[in-house]
């Protein structure tokens, strides 16, 4: 009788296992099929779907910047060896190797070394821009820094609060950008980038400036806004009269007299998406400042 329950208990554990280990290959195929990747076309812009085409230059490293609207206090870096980095909580991270990270209450950055795979994770809801760039920081043979190859970028991203984002970036060079929607760590929602870029237009990366001319009359002021871009040029211009709701500015614009003063601001995106501080200019009719 007793080896009887011991046998039944053994074939009871067994086929525990068998299910336990066949969903598990079911789930993890399914993720992998679905990892969200995107490498990088020769062309300015892309709006549709970016797979299948020319992978930046395999033997640079990926230089990534984040940038947060509020402080940062999670983040991630896993490897294709289910190995993490924890940056912000002790005891439980590992050295991940060729990978570097630093970060400041705003924003994080991290370094993938040519070859490695890497997936960093993060709660979606303040990330505002990334920025992705290979060469820059590197030298050549002789000895001369690198100048940038390749570069992506997404700004104004809007992601659901309660998702986390993950960024990969494969070790044959290609990268993709997904979030989930439960935090179940499937990461099916794919996002573009708002601009990739290869060759002479990888190497912008200046913000553009800008400039404010005032005309006043009697009663209005002609505001005429300047920006100014000499690698890949101005894509567009915004501007906003009570700092909040911005619109694309085309022309010069009135202003109608106020015995207050009046607070212009604005900013521009190259066509790089590289994006200008913020400027601003006070329209003061008693002073007519310009």
């Given amino acids: 009788m007793k080896i009887f329950i011991n046998s039944l208990v053994l074939f009871f554990g067994l086929v525990c296992f068998l299910f336990f280990f066949s969903y598990h290959q079911s789930v993890s195929g399914e993720q992998n099929e679905n990892i969200l990747i ?14 299948g085409v020319e992978k930046p230059g395999a033997s640079e490293s990926f230089y990534i ?14 490897d294709d060896q289910s190995r993490k980095y924890v940056p912000y ?27 490695q795979t890497r997936h960093i994770l993060f709660p979606s809801s303040n990330v505002y821009k990334i920025e992705i760039v290979r060469g820059i920081g590197e030298k050549s043979a002789d000895g001369t820094p690198k100048k940038p190859t390749f570069a992506a970028r997404y700004i104004d991203l809007s992601i659901p609060s309660t998702a986390w984002t993950r960024l990969t970036i494969q070790a044959d060079g290609k990268f993709g950008l997904g979030y989930d929607t439960d935090k179940s760590y499937r990461f099916l929602n794919s ?61 010069p614009f009135s202003v109608n007299y106020s015995s207050e003063p009046i607070k212009v601001e604005a900013f521009a995106d190259d066509k790089a998406a590289n994006r200008s501080p913020g400027y601003s200019r006070i329209i003061n009719f008693k002073t007519k400042s310009k």
């Fill in 89 to 115: 909580i002790q005891g439980i991270s590992c050295f991940l190797p060729d990978t570097d990270f630093n970060a400041t209450a705003y924003d994080a950055r991290v370094r993938v070394g040519a070859g």
């Fill in 38 to 51: 995107a490498s990088a076309p020769i062309k300015r812009e892309i709006s549709a779907n970016v797979n």
């Fill in 191 to 251: 996002v573009n980038p708002t601009v990739i870029l290869q060759g002479k237009d990888a190497e912008d990366l200046k913000e553009p400036n800008l400039k404010f001319d005032v005309k006043y009359s009697e009663s209005t002021a002609i505001v005429s806004i300047i920006a100014i871009d000499e690698e890949t040029g101005i894509k567009n211009i915004r501007y906003s009269l009570d700092g909040k709701h911005f619109r694309f500015y085309s022309e």
């Fill in 65 to 78: 910047r984040m940038y947060f609207s509020e402080m940062l206090e999670h983040i991630e870096i896993h």
